[in-house]
């Protein structure tokens, strides 16, 4: 109240992820932003720690990701106040949701070779090895960067890692499909609050963890576990009745 903040920045409204319109907002205005880290936990969240209520919020979030997209609060809109690194986060954070058109089609690609019994690289040479090398060693450092920056366990890690794929490839895709309706078509979708975990007061906090709910955002993860898992029964098939069995190329 009476600030300089309030005048000229305040909290932005009007957008699903409502902080990154103010983060970005307030950077194009030539705010500085610091990040801050108290040697005793500062706050104390609550978060939906069952698999269909989390992505669920993923979707959400995700879903306003592709309306800012769409939206002059595009980095690529901002002023001359805004650095090129900060440029380079706020955009990461817009197209994040447009990997799951890339995830989709790569996680049908194992499946694509074994019923066509071709496989995607025609030549596995020492340049294409070499190049693959480097990027999984690459990923690998940052992976050992964030474990360390964030002060999480490996295991704590893994399972965020296979959360990142399911939610690739559901919540992230719905949410490109939704936000593209919304800003070519006009049609709005309404959200429910996500519901929390369970209260500290009661037998078990984790009791939500276990519980199975379905959604329609399950359908695109086990539809390509199923075609891959048929895909390898044709392969191991063909390569039994064939007249000369190719292990190797099966492999």
Not at 33 to 61: E, M
Not at 209 to 226: H, M
Request: hydrophobic share 50%; proline share 2%.
């Amino acid at each position: 109240d009476k600030t300089e903040w309030g005048d000229s920045v305040g909290w932005i409204y009007g957008s699903v992820t409502k902080d990154v319109v103010t983060d970005y907002r307030m950077h194009n205005r030539g705010w500085r932003s610091i990040y801050c880290i108290t040697k005793r936990d500062a706050f104390l969240g609550t978060a939906p720690i069952n698999l269909t209520d989390r992505l669920h919020q993923v979707l959400r979030w995700a879903t306003g990701s592709i309306e800012i997209f769409f939206s002059r609060n595009n980095a690529h809109f901002a002023s001359s106040r805004m650095k090129f690194l900060q440029r380079l986060a706020h955009l990461n954070f817009y197209v994040y949701p447009f990997t799951s058109i890339f995830l989709i089609v790569y996680y049908f690609l194992p499946a694509l070779s074994l019923f066509s019994g071709h496989f995607i690289i025609q030549n596995l040479n020492v340049a294409f090895l070499t190049y693959l090398l480097v990027i999984t060693l690459t990923l690998t450092m940052l992976s050992l960067l964030e474990v360390k920056w964030s002060g999480i366990g490996l295991e704590e890690w893994w399972r965020n890692e296979q959360f990142w794929l399911i939610g690739g490839i559901s919540a992230h895709l719905a949410a490109v499909l939704q936000g593209l309706l919304k800003v070519v078509a006009g049609i709005k979708i309404s959200f429910k609050l996500t519901s929390k975990s369970a209260a500290e007061d009661e037998e078990d906090i984790y009791a939500d963890l276990y519980v199975v709910k379905w959604t329609s955002l399950f359908i695109p993860p086990l539809t390509i576990i199923v075609v891959n898992l048929i895909a390898v029964a044709v392969g191991f098939s063909k390569t039994i009745y064939s007249p000369i069995r190719q292990w190797n190329k099966l492999l």
